[in-house]
């Protein structure tokens, strides 16, 4: 496999002194690009990057975002070493959900940048050998990129007897988790305890926000704040829930619980980003369905087909990466 390099921004940002960075976002006020790119781009991170890059010497580089746009122009200079864009998911989608969600003061803002995002994509696609994405929802924006799809780690390890009913798992500061967090906790956990009392209904992940600490004790759903192995928690788990109502396409909670073995239950907009054959996965249309499937496949009454446990996985993903660069590179420098 090729050599890639993806530039550690934060630092480099970092060493800027910040009335420069000030000076950056003003200049972002007259030259339509987002303002994010002045936080996290500039010349000072675009020369620290290729410092980086003539001392690896890689044979492509990867920039896996579009926020860096002086920084992926720069690096595009230099035909010897394409230059992949990798936008994982299109910002302009994040910045217009942003903005409906925000308060009226913020929204010329995140309009604001979501047009900038929108504006600048078309330039940083051309200045790219390729560019990637892990969703097709990105397609409005790159049409030509190559969509190679998030995965999960290999899981092999056994299915002890489960000890949770149902889970959902994720980073728990992040606001469509928070969402549906209390989704659960608040429309879905009721119907499944008023006929299954005693099942066991757990929320796991990292960096609960306080809204969902009180909303998980008053609703009698557990919560495992920071667990160091999720996947352990998947495997001893008859069903794993993802009530998400807006995702990008990014569905790792979805796909590790496949991977464990765990069938899923799961919004429409969520199941609609999933890769193709994803056996195990049973759409519902909202949070009514969601506890008649839940209470329906507890009590025996109705079945999901079992997940196949690791058919999306990164090494899967790795060799359509490598396909790509192989279609970049000659030949003899993939490998």
């Known amino acids: 496999m090729a050599r890639s390099v993806q530039g550690t921004l934060d630092t480099a940002a970092a060493d800027e002194r910040p009335g420069r960075r000030v000076i950056s976002l003003f200049g972002r006020l007259f030259d339509g690009t987002p303002f994010q790119s002045a936080l996290f781009d500039g010349g000072d991170v675009a020369d620290r990057i290729q410092a980086i890059v003539r001392s690896w010497d890689p044979d492509a580089i990867v920039v896996v975002t579009e926020r860096l746009p002086v920084t992926t122009s720069r690096l595009c200079r230099d035909p010897s070493r394409p230059v992949i864009l990798d936008v994982v998911d299109s910002m302009r989608i994040h910045m217009e959900e942003r903005a409906s969600r925000s308060r009226q003061v913020a929204r010329p803002l995140w309009r604001r940048e979501a047009r900038a995002f929108q504006s600048m994509s078309s330039r ?178 109705e079945s999901i087909n079992p997940p196949r446990r690791n058919r999306h996985t990164w090494l899967a993903r790795a060799a359509d990466f490598e396909a790509l660069l192989d279609s970049l590179l000659p030949r003899n420098q993939v490998g």
Do not use: H
């Open 124 to 301: 940083i696609a051309r200045c790219a050998a390729a560019v990637v994405a892990a969703s097709a929802t990105a397609l409005a924006d790159y049409p030509n990129a190559r969509v190679i799809p998030n995965a999960a780690a290999v899981d092999s390890a056994g299915r002890p007897e489960p000890t949770i009913d149902l889970i959902f798992t994720g980073n728990l500061s992040y606001w469509p988790n928070v969402k549906a967090t209390i989704a659960l906790c608040e429309s879905i956990a009721p119907k499944v305890l008023r006929v299954l009392p005693r099942a066991r209904i757990v929320v796991a992940g990292r960096d609960p926000t306080n809204a969902i600490q009180r909303t998980c004790a008053a609703s009698g759903v557990e919560l495992l704040a920071n667990v160091d192995d999720i996947a352990s928690l998947l495997r001893t788990s008859r069903l794993a829930l993802a009530p998400v109502d807006w995702t990008p396409g990014a569905n790792l909670k979805i796909l590790e619980a496949l991977a464990s073995g765990t069938p899923v239950l799961a919004y429409p907009a969520a199941v609609s980003q999933l890769p193709d054959e994803c056996d195990g996965v049973w759409s519902c249309d909202g949070p009514s369905e969601m506890a008649r499937v839940a209470v329906a496949v507890l009590k025996g009454t």
